[in-house]
């Protein structure tokens, strides 16, 4: 005979009778076990809300077991019950759906993305199977499959890589190595070449400062450098332009930037496009756009993934379930500012059924 205490993911078993004193050990243990469960969820919350994420999570969680259970309810029967499916997973935070997938693994024997690939089909079941990573993994997973899949995506590796901070593509690297046992740059090195292929091994490369303090003296030299480099001579000396690229903190750049207009009359942006084509462009453009303005920056590609005769759904996706649990809040505003519409709308009138239902969900229209 025995007792066992359980909370979440966490459970003791304890064989003492009630009145033994080590059953009351047992129950202080879970309530320990308790209280950390809880204090993890709630920090995983306050880092995701500090960062202008637009990820709704209920006041009151059930537990990832019984969530674990509910998806597996969601999946019997004829057809799969998909909007079950997201009023759970578009409501739980990395940390939670970590825990959800373990409980799930724990007790039915499988893996819960392995079950949902096939219960879920086309853009629901793309966007969904994005979702459930924490960023890291899920950037490692975006650019591997943009530098090794079928078809070689060199635009989307580039997006993902140029906009991210020193810290996340270390991050995402080690991921990278562990998960696909490759190194980002020997790929990079085998699917890029020219231009993008070094701004890419650089920029995923090089350590870059992170704070606020810039160099106004350093700024101007670079601002004179580039424009030597670029509009002051015939044809275009790319390697200036990816040193101080890849290596210049996003403040510094955007110092480099103002000084370059009020040195010489004209955007850096402009000068970006004037003097260079193609991904190596859109590398550059990334680069400097998220270090003036990430959120612009976004608010502009989701404008493009929406444009014009029909919709870039990968994009669309990618945008909006990676920056969700980061900034999406600071994209939103900036798109309704932009553009004079809701991303909200946008959505809504671009994308249809379950798949609209979970964008939505993420771009925190509905409330559970």
């Keep these: ?150 078809v070689i995506d060199l635009k989307a590796a580039t997006e993902v890589i140029c906009s991210r901070t020193s810290t996340q593509i270390q991050h995402f690297k080690q991921i990278y190595h562990a998960k696909f046992h490759a190194y980002l740059e020997h790929d990079i090195e085998y699917q890029a070449s020219g231009d993008l292929k070094k701004l890419l091994l650089a920029y995923a490369s090089a350590p870059r400062y992170e704070g606020p303090e810039v160099d106004r003296g350093l700024a101007e030299q670079d601002a004179k450098s580039l424009y030597k480099a670029g509009e002051k001579k015939l044809g275009t000396d790319e390697d200036t332009f990816i040193r101080i690229f890849a290596e210049r903190s996003r403040a510094q750049l955007a110092a480099i930037s103002s000084a370059y207009h009020s040195m010489y009359g004209n955007s850096l942006k402009k000068a970006v496009k004037r003097e260079t084509s193609g991904n190596f462009e859109l590398g550059l453009l990334t680069i400097l756009q998220c270090a003036e303005n990430p959120g612009r920056y976004f608010a502009k590609m989701l404008r493009k993934a929406m444009k014009g005769m029909g919709t870039d759904d990968k994009t669309l996706t990618r945008v909006i379930v990676t920056r969700a649990e980061i900034d999406l809040q600071y994209i939103k505003a900036e798109y309704q500012k932009k553009y004079g519409k809701s991303l909200n709308d946008a959505v809504q009138s671009e994308t249809s059924s379950h798949y609209r239902t979970f964008l939505l969900a993420l771009l925190g229209a509905t409330h559970r």
């Design 1 to 150: 005979m025995g007792c066992t205490f359980r909370y979440g993911c966490c459970a003791v078993t304890c064989k003492a009778l009630p009145s033994h004193p080590i059953f009351y050990l047992c129950m202080c243990i879970c309530t320990c076990l308790k209280e950390l469960f809880n204090k993890n969820l709630h920090n995983s919350l306050e880092i995701t809300e500090s960062k202008m994420a637009t990820l709704t999570v209920p006041p009151v969680l059930t537990s990832p077991r019984d969530d674990a259970q509910a998806l597996y309810r969601a999946f019997k029967g004829f057809g799969c019950d998909t909007a079950a499916v997201i009023n759970i997973l578009a409501h739980r935070n990395a940390m939670q759906r970590a825990l959800i997938e373990q409980e799930y693994k724990n007790i039915y024997s499988e893996e819960l993305t392995k079950r949902l690939a096939s219960e879920l089909r086309g853009d629901i079941e793309r966007a969904i199977l994005l979702w459930m990573p924490d960023p890291a993994v899920r950037d490692a997973t975006v650019v591997r499959k943009a530098l090794s899949g079928d």
